[in-house]
């Protein structure tokens, strides 16, 4: 059996032809990784290919796309960063009849690391590696099993580390947004840190992922301040998930729960009053 | 980023007493001092209190303030402004400020009525007034928008009902476009033979109606035909229909009857004669069908599956035969649309109990029209399965499917009337025994119960129980029930049973609602926008519902409504051009990211995306104020005109602001 | 003890009216809840609830029409299903989720709104005050 | 052919030193990756981090020196702006001595920068007046 990064360099080589590009991660000077788009011209750099660490690679395409909207590309991705174009998809932020996913399941200490739930792709055709199956996340078991007095005051600590670098939101596959509503004085107030208690930033933050979250953890990665708030999205993407059986980046038609009318059972469910 | 900066306004406060009604509670007149000293800073340069605000005295005041303090925002402390907004906006309009820069807070029906403690009435009064001047200085004017009429209607559904409101329209001198799916209009009355409680004969009074439709100089029919498509708004719907070709040019038809006449294929009439009777290949429903071209069924037509008759081409005299025709799509443009689709009946196979398509001799009410109809299959002769026998005996069957909540727990409204009229041409028409079997009797309508009372008289057997199974026995049926009125069992043995079922919506009635944007019911019935006061209105403007499809009921009562349809058509048609609810949402295209979200979140479907700009847009025409789609906008593009989030927002701060200052003062 | 103070936001058609229908028939609640009228609770946005609790509110209560009953057709139904994601995303950060309450107030229903009213300003009163836990 | 590539380059705003990737497509700044295997900064970056990119095309941006003649600031030339500058620091270090002048040097300074300046204190004006705005 042929390791992952030479399956994965065959299988770019394979793909290329045929696309403007193949977004991937790159080593690049000094061993320091980066999303990199291999060329045709240039596919001399997939000596270069790389695999760990986990980069925001949709975050790239999301940029490219915006300059040229209709490119034909390729690109490798994990299956949270599947999910996340297949939700970027559902919000019109790109077609997917120009992207060719190269799926990349990941590994046992891979999955660990980020304490995922799905760390296999379900839509790519072209896949390389084994499916593994997902693995438990103790960090969110153990922050959900806290007391109310304890939550409140350990996300109060959380929180007050947050120097607002706003990079949570930069870094996130599913913010497209041109205006963000966090840089609105209306709901987030500026100048101060650390930020008042409740934190609206966070908290606002958290309600506009719902069912949009696709737990790839990049947000809790870039954090200067190491605050878990992908514990936060993971919680509520599974009360939306038993409560409005939606899951973001499973199906590619399915749209968001709270967009439409209460289906058969979903009241009942929501613990709303009778 | 957004920076928000207070706008500079000259707001004035007017508090009002009621009378005591408010006076008495709450210290008026310590709420306008305080309000004058305050909220100065929040913008306030005149604060009142006066008896009646609402009197022409109250506003006058509010007028002359306006004029001679250049006040730019006003806010009245009164009653609900479901009461007296519109009154104290037509003030401020009178006197130059836009309405929609006038607002009114509720210290009656929410404060001085409900609070106890005068002290604590005050303060809330005060918090209240703070959060209405919070909110007015950030209220914009807003302009009502109107939109042009297109005096054209779309009726879709030719039975009684669309036949009653396409006449009534198009007598007013209004054009309009009656679209049936059935080769002929005339819908279900037009399978029957007498209505209760009259008793008079259904074609009778049926066909003259159907012949004013079919030959009327403003009516467009459109039979064999379907709505795919609508778009628009009211005033200006634009509705795609297929009309199914019928492979007869009906310019050179003449409706003699030689195709059918000829035709070698003969065919069973599941639609019309209830599966009854026969037809051929090519056909008009009934003799009196309107209009009176026939259609040629293209799946039974020895033609088209095998490629050879074309029998009634050689005999037409006409040349109208045209088997190469095509379907034909029509765009029309309408400013009003009426639904008469009608209704579906309970299909009374779902009981197998009951044995109807088990048992020969188990009918259905439809099966039963059809046959005591001269003109039906039997030529109206009450007779069993086999054609000729007589029954001696007829068991008829109430609620069959409805009032049943295995099945639909509604009434269907029409089958005890229908059932006592089944009852009386039995007895007519054989002199045989007659068993009505019914859970309750419902006779609410004139001369209804006196019809009931009649045939009591005519010696009919009532027998108050839910029949619980049907079985074959004694040489005939055996009907099985409990008689609840004396507490036992009773085995009737009968010859024929009737089973009178219930009705229930068209089996494609959801797709029809979302296609005109309308809602259905649990039980899919349309939804009228208020059942007691807006009965044929819906919730999306222009579109209407009657008859039928709206819920069961009997003829007058559908007659009624197609009439009442028509009449709020007119209405809307005579006014020209309509208001709009100013009040809309709107999108601002620079931060909108075309996520499409909104257009998911729409109740009314009103938000288009343009698809060559990538953003949304919000039809006006379309839009109903209600905001959810700015609940669901993420960069919050989308504004919902006077509730914006900053006013809410400065409305919410109005009011916390007095109640924490309460809250500090009660500390020292 | 202290007076807890409370924002309600009320749809226009049902509940603002059921709150009439309340003041109508002199019934009595406490005076600690201060009503904003909106056109439809589907209206309501969780920013605006979020911010209500950032300015200092001890409570939020959000009442609608019924569910089947909205004069927006659904536009309750998207408060039924963007609410409880709120109150559940309140409980994880460890704010007291009975703080936000909804539910669904008829135009007839005046003695159910004053029921709803006073309970809730129970149940908030039982707490702390807001700000003093976020301290 | 699209042309994307990312520059990695160091934070010019403080000392931390943190890495990042400077995105460049079709030759133009678009963007900021924070570098997430860089031992400083660890794939994280402040606000101003995140945002080094916005400065660099924007309209505001100071392209040449401004020399402020009858109060007014107006365009001028390096040459213009430095000799400007060393006959002011002339007349002053002449009429006052050399301690009448210190020097604040910046955290946005690479270490090169920073020793040129001391020795510039030292042995072009003479003074110890040296400072720095990371000196804590």
Known sequence: MTDRLTTLRKTIENVLPNVEGVLALRIGPGGITAPHLFSKEHSEELDKLALWPKEPVPDTLKIILRAHPDAKLAIVCRGCEERGIVEMFKHSQLNLDNLTLIGLQCEQDEAEFCRCAKPFTVHSKLTVGEPIEGVPDPLTAKIEAMSQPEKQAFWKQEFEHCIKCYGCRNICPQCFCNICALEDETWVETGRLPMPNPSMYHMVRAMHMTAKCVACRECEETCPADIPMAVHFRLIARDVREMFNYEPGASMDQKPPQLLVLEEGEYERSGLPH | MKSKKKPQERVGVYICHCGSNIAGVVNVEDVSTWAGKELEKEGVVVARDYKFMCSSLGQELIEKDIKEQGLTRVVVAACSPHLHEPTFRNACSRAGVNPYLFEMTNIREQDSWVTTDKLEATKKAKSLVSAAVGRVVYQKPLESLFVPIDPNVLVVGGGVTGIQAALEIANSGQHVYLVEREPSIGGHMAQFDKTFPTLDCSACILTPKMFDAGNHKNITMLTWSEVEKVEGYIGNFTVTIRKRARFIEESLCTGCGVCWEKCPKKVVDDVFEAGLGYRKAVYTPFPQAVPKYPVIDHENCTYFQKGTCKACEKFCPTGAIKFDQQDEILTVKVGNIILATGYDLFDARKIPNYGYGRLPNVFTSLEFERMTNAAGPTMGKVVLRDGVTQPKSVAVIHCVGSRDKNYHNYCSSICCMQSLKFAHLVKEKTGGDVYQFYIDMRTPGKSYDEFYQKIIHEGVNMIRGKVAEIIEGEGGLIVQAEDTLVGKQRRIPVDMVILSAGLESRADAKEVAQKFGISCSADDWFIERHPKLDPVATMTDGVFVAGACQGPKDIPASVAQGAAAAARVLSIIGQGEIEIEAATAMVDEITCVGCKQCVASCPYQAIQFLEEKGKAYVQEALCKGCGTCVGTCLPKSITLKHFTDEQIVAEMIGAMRVMKSFEMTEVA | ?135 | MIDYKNVLTTCPYCGTGCALHLQVLDEKLVGVLPAKNHVVSEGGLCIKGWNVHAFVNHPDRLTTPLIRKNGKLEEATWDEALTLIADKFGEVKTASGPDSVAILTSAKCTNEENYLLQKFARAVIGTNNVDHCARL
């Open chain 3, 1 to 135: 003890m202290y007076e807890p103070k409370i924002i309600g936001f009320l749809c226009n058609w049902c509940s603002y009216r059921g709150a009439d229908t309340a003041g109508m028939a002199r019934m009595k609640y406490p005076p600690n809840v201060k009503i904003i009228r909106v056109p439809c609770s589907g209206r309501i946005s969780p920013e605006l609830v979020l911010r209500s609790f950032r300015e200092g509110a001890d409570g939020v209560i959000l009442l609608g029409c019924h569910i089947g009953d909205c004069h927006y057709a659904t536009g309750n139904h998207r408060t039924a299903k963007r609410m409880p994601v709120l109150k559940k995303l309140m409980e994880y950060t460890g704010i007291e989720p009975e703080r936000l309450y909804i539910n669904w107030v008829s135009a007839a229903e005046g003695e159910k709104f004053t029921t709803v009213i006073k309970e809730f300003t129970e149940t908030i009163s039982a707490l702390p005050p807001f700000v003093e836990t976020m301290k």
